[in-house]
């Protein structure tokens, strides 16, 4: 999933300063999972910036709506009739849906409250890890289901650096070492001899490196 983080109050309020009324759009989707942008925080952000403009004696209307997805334009389609009622828009999607939506309608201003961080999970409650970085082409085979290349500090994929201890990697104490934890499962199984083989060069055509990416199914493309 898409794990996000909300701006600050003080970095949204500076870019509706020169707004009188704004509507805040949530998403249905990742950021909800990771209580951010779903129903319950944009009213929470929308109280929260009525509260602050009334205080200082400034005006401000904000209204609230939630898309069941800000990156699909079948729901994007869904602010239509009112999209243009306002003098921007404030949406607390991932960094997608800000995107669709100013394509969809470039007659308006949109902003994001929300800031993307990466591609993870929940490790506890209320606590999200990452996991992916969306490379394009998956090496985890080779690992034991653990990818170096998100979890790894320099994305090693032959072994471990000389900088972990301990099981710990030595950006922080608090970072394990994935590297560590790869060779723990593979003594436990009694596959340690699966390192002598040397994983090749990673093909980094598929990674972002290479511009903005699609991913097709030509079986649900509509022609005409």
């Not at 003098?87 to 800031?115: H, I, K, T, W």
């Not at 090496?139 to 653990?146: C, K, P, S």
């Not at 040397?198 to 980094?204: D, G």
Request: hydrophobic share 40%; proline share 4%.
């Amino acid at each position: 999933m898409i794990v996000a983080d909300r701006k600050s109050l003080s970095e949204i309020q500076d870019m509706v300063k020169n707004c009188r009324k704004i509507l805040l759009v949530g998403c249905k989707g990742c950021v909800t999972v990771c209580n951010v942008g779903g129903l319950k925080e944009v009213q929470v952000l929308a109280a929260t910036l009525r509260i602050a403009a009334k205080m200082a004696d400034r005006p401000l209307i904000v209204e609230e709506t939630v898309l069941e997805r800000q990156c699909d334009p079948e729901y994007v389609e869904m602010l239509k009739p009112v999209v243009n009622d306002f003098d921007a828009v404030v949406s607390m999607a991932c960094g997608v849906g800000p995107q669709f939506l100013a394509e969809a309608y470039p007659g308006q201003r949109f902003f994001p409250a929300v800031n993307t961080t990466f591609f993870g999970g929940a490790v506890a409650h209320g606590i999200w890890e990452e996991r992916c970085a969306g490379c394009g082409t998956c090496v985890i085979h080779h690992f034991d289901g653990m990818c170096p290349v998100a979890r790894c500090s320099k994305s090693l994929l032959n072994g471990p650096c000389g900088g972990s201890d301990h099981g710990k990697c030595e950006i922080s104490k608090n970072v394990n070492c994935i590297w560590d934890m790869i060779v723990r499962k593979k003594v436990e199984q009694g596959r340690l001899d699966d390192l002598l083989n040397i994983v090749p060069a990673k093909n980094w055509q598929t990674a972002r490196d290479g511009g903005p990416r699609q991913s097709r199914r030509e079986e649900l493309i509509q022609n005409g």
